[in-house]
């Protein structure tokens, strides 16, 4: 728990061999570029990731688990450390983005202004420089000369925005270190700046739960991570086997951007709003007491619903009684939300009087960013949530029961361990198709795109096939035979992108669909 971000001199062990030749050209690109810009070298370079989620969607904000893994895809900031003034400089390697200066003493917040209704890319890393230097109280910080390069896709489900912002966060320490050290306070450690990163992107205006910045930060090497958030934030490696057969994950962008802050009103922080709604409801139907601000989400309900009504875990292992649990909740929903009153979605001063506030009332509690529509589905969006929620822990549950039987196959009957192996993949493949439907029927976060290709994903052999992070666009991940994987890549290429993007170049296919190993978190990288 109390880690730091790993220090490294070396990047090969962030990428795996043939991704590492272009990504050795990236760094020395970056080095390059830096000391061309500032006319000197950088102290260090900050390295966050992006992810894809494989299981456990739009539940992070209801405090619940998701599935997350790192992928090759980065951030990186280079940065020189100026410790007689604290004006800070950044710009982009590629000159599409605007740069950014500012001298953090006539901010009016004495850090960095940051207009969230201006989408402006810069935001991202103020976002983080500010969440830092808030949170550990510094009021005249070192100064910064920073030159980005992300190749992390935009606005498609992999989370650049949280590789950036969390990058950011993981650079600002670094470059105060000296500062901390001076004040004899402690670095914060790879958790902390997880928990910092979260807080510090909601400055950009979006209510976002904890999945990107936790996946980002937290990764380790070969592993996915299931990540809870409540009561605290938590990640445990989850391993997939690597004998025969193996498995692996591929994505494919439907290339249709989902531009986050923008359609947040009417998607994102709706779908917050309305689950807190149905949390707030469902806890008054079953007499659960609301804490003293009122608010409450979807885990807490659960929580305080089984401590109320009693819950025996004995001969159950921890999967079995938290699927229990969630299904006994989802049966809750039904009988609460699924009333023809409820069902088809309520208007906002249904909502209001269903909740117990007046319409005041409940904006205060509930609606701390803009949002924008006029009907509100309780019913819908609680049952994706429980429901979601069954098969992340069951996708977990199957990936360890996958592991046990590697294990017990060296040296045993390798037949038996393909057949078991195989049955538990198609398992996986099963639940991430469930979840597909459900982010589709019930949180409407599907699009046309990504029902086709996650469609043709399943006829090209895939074991499963669903969207990734916020949906409406932006990628999907597919679960498929590693021997399979060139077979399943050509089919798609030919199937999807040569008719609805038949004008792409080699390498812009090669960004648009590739196999992706898990890879580590964050980074520091000192050598040079
Ligand atoms: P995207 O938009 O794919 O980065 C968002 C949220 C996550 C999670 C997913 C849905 C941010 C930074 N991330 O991911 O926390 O809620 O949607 O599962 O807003
Ligand atoms: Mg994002």
Same mark, same amino acid.
């Given at each position: 728990?109390?880690?730091?971000?790993?220090?490294?001199?070396?990047?090969?062990?962030?990428?795996?061999?043939?991704?590492?030749?272009? +990504?050795?050209?990236?760094?020395? @690109?970056?080095?390059?570029?830096?000391?061309?810009?500032?006319?000197?070298?950088?102290?260090?370079?900050?390295?966050?990731?992006?992810?894809?989620?494989?299981?456990?969607?739009?539940?992070?904000?209801?405090?619940?688990?998701?599935?997350?893994?790192?992928? !090759?895809?980065?951030?990186?900031?280079?940065? +020189?450390?100026?410790?007689?003034?604290?004006?800070?400089?950044?710009? =982009?390697? =590629?000159?599409?983005?605007?740069?950014?200066? %500012?001298?953090?003493?006539?901010?009016?917040?004495?850090?960095?202004?940051?207009?969230?209704?201006?989408?402006?890319?810069?935001?991202?890393?103020?976002?983080?420089?500010?969440?830092?230097?808030?949170?550990?109280?510094?009021?005249?910080?070192?100064?910064?000369?920073?030159?980005?390069?992300?190749?992390?896709? @935009?606005?498609?489900?992999?989370?650049?925005?949280?590789?950036?912002?969390?990058?950011?966060?993981?650079?600002?320490?670094? *470059? /105060?270190?000296?500062?901390?050290?001076?004040? #004899?306070?402690?670095?914060?450690?790879?958790?902390?700046? +997880?928990?910092?990163?979260?807080?510090? !992107?909601?400055?950009?205006?979006?209510?976002?739960?904890?999945?990107?910045?936790?996946?980002?930060?937290?990764?380790?090497?070969?592993?996915?991570?299931?990540?809870?958030?409540?009561?605290?934030?938590?990640?445990?490696?989850?391993?997939?086997?690597?004998? #025969?057969?193996?498995?692996?994950?591929?994505?494919?962008?439907?290339?249709?951007?989902?531009?986050?802050?923008?359609? +947040?009103?009417?998607?994102?922080?709706?779908?917050?709003?309305?689950?807190?709604?149905?949390?707030?409801?469902? *806890?008054?139907?079953?007499?659960?007491?609301?804490?003293?601000?009122?608010?409450?989400?979807?885990?807490?309900?659960?929580?305080?619903?089984?401590?109320?009504?009693?819950?025996?875990?004995?001969?159950?292992?921890?999967?079995?009684?938290?699927?229990?649990?969630?299904?006994?909740?989802?049966?809750?929903?039904?009988?609460?939300?699924?009333?023809?009153?409820?069902?088809?979605?309520?208007?906002?001063?249904?909502?209001?009087?269903?909740?117990?506030?007046?319409?005041?009332?409940?904006?205060? &509690?509930?609606?701390? #960013?803009?949002?924008?529509?006029?009907? %509100?589905?309780?019913?819908?969006?609680?049952?994706?949530?429980?429901?979601?929620?069954?098969?992340?822990?069951?996708?977990?549950?199957?990936?360890?029961?996958?592991?046990?039987? /590697?294990?017990?196959?060296?040296?045993?009957?390798?037949?038996?361990?393909?057949?078991?192996?195989?049955?538990?993949?198609?398992?996986?493949?099963?639940?991430?198709? @469930?979840? /597909?439907?459900?982010?589709?029927?019930?949180?409407?976060?599907?699009?046309?795109?990504?029902?086709?290709?996650?469609? &043709? *994903?399943?006829?090209?052999?895939?074991?499963?096939?669903?969207?990734?992070?916020?949906?409406?666009?932006?990628?999907?991940?597919?679960?498929?035979?590693?021997?399979?994987?060139?077979?399943?890549?050509?089919?798609?290429?030919?199937?999807?992108?040569?008719?609805?993007?038949?004008?792409?170049?080699?390498? /812009?296919?090669?960004?648009?669909?590739?196999?992706?190993?898990?890879?580590?978190?964050?980074?520091?990288?000192?050598?040079?």
């Amino acid at each position: 728990m109390s880690e730091p971000i790993p220090v490294i001199d070396d990047i090969s062990i962030l990428y795996s061999d043939p991704k590492l030749a272009s +990504a050795r050209a990236r760094w020395a @690109e970056l080095s390059a570029e830096f000391e061309k810009h500032y006319g000197r070298k950088p102290d260090f370079i900050a390295r966050s990731p992006g992810r894809v989620n494989l299981i456990g969607e739009h539940v992070d904000y209801s405090g619940f688990g998701v599935l997350p893994m790192a992928i !090759e895809d980065d951030c990186l900031i280079a940065v +020189a450390v100026n410790e007689s003034s604290s004006d800070v400089k950044f710009a =982009n390697i =590629n000159k599409k983005y605007s740069s950014l200066e %500012f001298s953090p003493k006539s901010s009016q917040d004495g850090y960095v202004d940051i207009n969230p209704e201006l989408h402006v890319w810069s935001n991202y890393f103020a976002a983080g420089y500010r969440g830092l230097l808030e949170e550990l109280n510094i009021e005249t910080p070192n100064g910064m000369l920073c030159l980005m390069s992300g190749s992390v896709p @935009e606005g498609a489900g992999l989370s650049s925005s949280s590789a950036f912002v969390c990058c950011s966060v993981i650079a600002t320490v670094k *470059a /105060q270190e000296s500062l901390l050290e001076k004040s #004899q306070r402690k670095i914060p450690s790879a958790h902390e700046i +997880a928990t910092i990163a979260i807080r510090s !992107e909601r400055y950009v205006g979006a209510l976002v739960g904890g999945m990107d910045q936790a996946a980002s930060i937290l990764s380790k090497p070969n592993a996915a991570l299931f990540i809870e958030f409540h009561p605290v934030l938590k990640a445990t490696p989850v391993y997939f086997p690597t004998t #025969q057969p193996a498995i692996a994950f591929v994505i494919a962008n439907t290339l249709v951007t989902s531009a986050k802050a923008e359609t +947040a009103p009417v998607r994102y922080n709706l779908r917050v709003v309305e689950t807190r709604g149905a949390a707030r409801v469902l *806890a008054l139907a079953l007499g659960i007491p609301l804490p003293a601000d009122g608010k409450f989400h979807l885990k807490q309900v659960l929580d305080a619903h089984y401590e109320k009504v009693g819950f025996s875990s004995e001969g159950k292992t921890e999967a079995e009684a938290d699927i229990e649990k969630l299904v006994g909740m989802t049966e809750v929903v039904e009988r609460v939300l699924g009333t023809d009153e409820i069902k088809n979605g309520v208007s906002y001063s249904k909502l209001c009087e269903l909740s117990g506030l007046s319409e005041a009332e409940f904006k205060k &509690l509930y609606i701390q #960013q803009p949002i924008r529509d006029e009907i %509100f589905h309780l019913y819908r969006r609680a049952k994706h949530v429980y429901t979601e929620e069954r098969r992340a822990v069951a996708f977990r549950d199957t990936c360890e029961k996958a592991m046990r039987v /590697q294990e017990k196959a060296a040296g045993g009957d390798e037949h038996k361990a393909v057949v078991e192996s195989k049955a538990l993949f198609k398992r996986l493949g099963e639940l991430m198709d @469930e979840s /597909q439907v459900y982010c589709h029927k019930y949180f409407d976060c599907s699009c046309d795109e990504l029902e086709e290709l996650t469609q &043709l *994903a399943r006829r090209a052999g895939a074991y499963g096939s669903r969207l990734s992070g916020a949906g409406w666009g932006g990628a999907s991940v597919s679960l498929v035979s590693e021997d399979r994987v060139p077979e399943f890549i050509s089919h798609l290429k030919k199937e999807f992108y040569a008719k609805h993007h038949p004008d792409l170049t080699e390498d /812009q296919l090669e960004r648009a669909i590739f196999a992706s190993a898990p890879s580590s978190g964050a980074a520091m990288f000192v050598g040079h």
